[in-house]
């Protein structure tokens, strides 16, 4: 996989670049984007608890193997695919539970210190969801990472497979798309990076299978710095 080219700024008059400045014009300035659910955190304890619910409070028979199948779109699409009637009380009943069951969540090995390490290699970090504001936030926040922004499905644009809400991040980072990375673990992904015309690399420990043409697959957080960022240096249990 080719690492993105970075893009140039114009360039001041040498009498005004100093030391310091240069060395950052010389290190493009990129955008590491990445899914939350599979990516960043396992979160499938937290969707089966709170698809018990709905199976409980609104007699809903599929299975939770029929709602992981669809796992990156917007809850309300994968609803309507499940063929699940009176979306937006089921919705209710979902985030509700998931609010609940938060704490069941849990960082991939690795993933904290991986992000800190693109961050001091002046990486641009983001998160692009289907999972709703409500819940993607405290699942965030306990991460404590430097994200720079975050889009789901409460803002502007369409939900993924469309390619706006990575389109709409790299906005909100000021990077170019031919600059940037998305990182995902379902189909769902892979189509919204090639739609926006972004580089794509597949979570191999996170929940799906990458389709045709097939991306770069990394097997650990570790792995996706290696393949992008070979030069930095990785201290397990440490923040780089």
Wanted: hydrophobic content about 45%; proline content about 8%; overall charge negative.
């Amino acid at each position: 996989m080719t690492v993105p080219a970075p893009i140039s700024p114009p360039a001041p008059a040498a009498s005004e670049i100093t030391a310091v400045e240069r060395r950052h014009a010389d290190r493009a300035q990129r955008a590491l984007l990445l899914d939350l659910d599979g990516v960043l955190l396992d979160t499938r304890p937290v969707m089966q608890k709170a698809w018990r619910k709905v199976q409980e409070a609104h007699g809903v028979t599929r299975p939770f193997t029929d709602y992981e199948r669809h796992l990156g779109r917007e809850f309300g699409d994968i609803m309507q695919r499940l063929g699940v009637a009176d979306i937006n009380a089921v919705r209710r009943t979902y985030e509700t539970e998931s609010l609940a069951a938060a704490h069941l969540a849990h960082e991939f090995t690795g993933v904290v210190e991986v992000l800190h390490a693109f961050v001091a290699a002046d990486w641009r970090l983001g998160v692009v969801t289907s999972k709703h504001v409500d819940r993607a936030a405290p699942l965030l926040a306990h991460l404590g990472c430097p994200f720079a922004t975050v889009r789901t499905p409460a803002g502007a644009g369409r939900a993924k497979p469309a390619p706006d809400p990575i389109l709409l991040a790299l906005v909100d980072l000021g990077v170019d798309p031919a600059a940037a990375v998305y990182v995902g673990d379902m189909a769902v992904d892979q189509e919204s990076a090639a739609r926006a015309g972004v580089a794509y690399v597949h979570a191999g420990w996170g929940y799906g299978q990458p389709t045709s043409p097939v991306p770069e697959i990394v097997a650990s957080p570790k792995g996706l710095l290696q393949l992008l960022c070979p030069a930095e240096p990785f201290v397990e249990g440490s923040l780089v």
